[in-house]
């Protein structure tokens, strides 16, 4: 089992950075592939990025793309999503999950509900 535990939100103005960090718990860290999503008032968790176990591989969804990067620690147990270049729209409560489920080829987990472990989420608000 793993637990998880998110830090780095806050209140940046847009075009500013944030960088929020995952401290997991457990030995087996480096088996799950981690993920971040988010979710803004009224609308559904959305997928933003994921990396696999070693760190050589990450997905980000197009929104984010060029903007959001994903890094792990595995020696510190750690899961990073730098973000640079914000925007208004990127306000959201961001979540850190992780799950067994490996990448394999072009395959990578965005779905949430194949994610098993949740964080409780940090909230990130871009102003204009």
């Known amino acids: 089992q793993v637990q998880l535990a998110e830090s780095g939100g806050g209140l940046v103005q847009a075009g500013g950075s944030l960088r929020l960090s995952c401290a997991a718990s457990g030995r087996t860290f480096s088996r799950y592939t981690m993920g971040w999503f988010r979710q803004a008032p009224g609308k559904e968790r959305e997928f933003v990025a994921s990396i696999s176990w070693t760190g050589i591989s990450a997905y980000s969804a197009d929104s984010v793309k060029g903007r959001f990067t994903i890094s792990r620690d595995n020696g510190k147990n750690t899961a990073l999503l730098q973000m640079n270049s914000l925007r208004p729209e990127d306000t959201a409560v961001y979540y850190c999950?992780?799950?067994?489920?490996?990448?394999?080829?072009?395959?990578?987990?965005?779905?949430?509900?194949?994610?098993?472990?949740w964080g409780q989420g940090t909230q990130v608000t871009v102003s204009s």
């Open positions: 999950a992780a799950t067994r489920l490996s990448y394999s080829g072009s395959y990578s987990p965005v779905n949430l509900l194949e994610y098993d472990y």
